[in-house]
């Protein structure tokens, strides 16, 4: 196999030939046709999250084809079309794997952080983590939902009922999560770097009722804004938007420090909460969802080779939408 491989944070990613590896008990092997490029793999890239396992190959969102199950696998088949998240592995047995927070597990591994991921061209799972894909639609468009998809997903449904909704950072998962909420018959309010006309007009073909500057007040007070920028200072930007006992989500894994800002926004049980990680659960309803709301993921290909590139015009904001690696 070859993969895409993180010797160290701050290093470009090395292209290296690996043996062959061969899936243990509980695990599946996947021959990888697709794996988006997420912020946090840049994250890892940039040494911005602690104690990567390294070497590690980068990527969580990843569809593939079975092509070897381990010993005890049930419910999965050779040839199977599965995608492969961010969750790969929970203990099952501390207070928050028995009560319904898998995603705050206190012994997880994370695809692409700790345990090898997709910019490769075979990836190495537990089958318990994997979701089966079924036939409909093509295994690019797919990929984004697989981490911008189910973590926007989980980060909507915390955000609750509210009819108004704000984006903050209009990237592959704002560009997933409008279509959910319009679709919801929810009024989505983009909020993109102030200037960045070209995004502005991108998340109006989306649906967005309102659209400006994260440096803006939209005309109405919303009921929830939801954070998906790495940027600290969006936070008290964001509690301004927001009507009484409205919410905030702070959807990253990463994020620059929050500067103090004055009690009054805060105050009215305002709400200020935080996205972490998801569940099996969280993943099952929006898989399922996904194709009766018909969600169509802006992609931009790069073959796998070309990852650094890739990561490199991530972080620029070169594109609208979402990178996907193609072996
Ligand atoms: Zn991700
Ligand atoms: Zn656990």
């Known amino acids: 196999m070859h993969a895409m491989v993180l010797n160290a944070p701050h290093r470009a990613l090395e292209w290296t030939e690996l043996p062959d590896r061969q899936p243990g008990p509980g695990e599946i092997r996947v021959k990888v046709t697709a794996c988006g490029v997420c912020r946090t793999d840049l994250h890892v890239v940039d040494g911005e999250l602690p104690h990567p396992r390294l070497p590690i190959i980068p990527g969580h969102e990843i569809v593939g084809r079975i092509d070897a199950l381990g010993e ?31 995603n705050l597990c206190d012994q997880p591994l994370f695809t692409g952080y700790t345990r090898d991921g997709g910019f490769a061209t075979a990836a190495i799972a ?34 609750g009922e509210g009819r108004r909704i704000g984006l903050y950072g209009f990237g592959a998962a704002a560009h997933i999560v409008a279509q959910v909420a319009a679709w919801q018959g929810r009024a989505v309010y983009a909020f993109t770097r102030p200037g960045d006309d070209a995004t502005q007009a991108f998340a109006r073909t989306l649906g967005a009722v309102w659209v400006g500057g994260s440096d803006e007040r939209p005309p109405q007070p919303l009921d929830v ?103």
């Open 126 to 159: 537990d089958a318990r983590y994997a979701f089966p894909l079924g036939e409909d639609g093509d295994d690019v468009a797919l990929a984004p939902l697989l981490c911008a998809g189910l973590i926007g997903w989980r980060s909507l449904v915390i955000g």
């Open 72 to 102: 005890g696998v049930t419910g999965l088949r050779l040839g199977e079309r599965v995608g492969i998240p961010w969750l790969g592995h929970t203990c099952g047995a501390c207070p928050y794997c028995l009560d319904g927070h898998e």
């Open 225 to 327: 804004a939801i954070i998906y920028a790495p940027a600290g200072p969006l936070v008290p930007q964001a509690l301004k938007t927001v009507r009484k006992g409205g919410r905030v989500v702070c959807a990253g894994i990463h994020m620059s420090d929050i500067p103090s800002f004055p009690y009054p926004l805060l105050w009215e049980e305002r709400q200020l909460v935080s996205v972490a990680n998801l569940t099996r659960q969280d993943g099952l309803d929006f898989l399922r969802l996904a194709p009766r709301i018909g969600i169509a993921t802006t992609t931009h290909r790069y073959p796998l080779a070309q990852a650094n590139r890739a990561l490199d015009d991530l972080r620029a904001g070169r594109f609208d939408g979402a990178a996907v690696l193609v072996p």
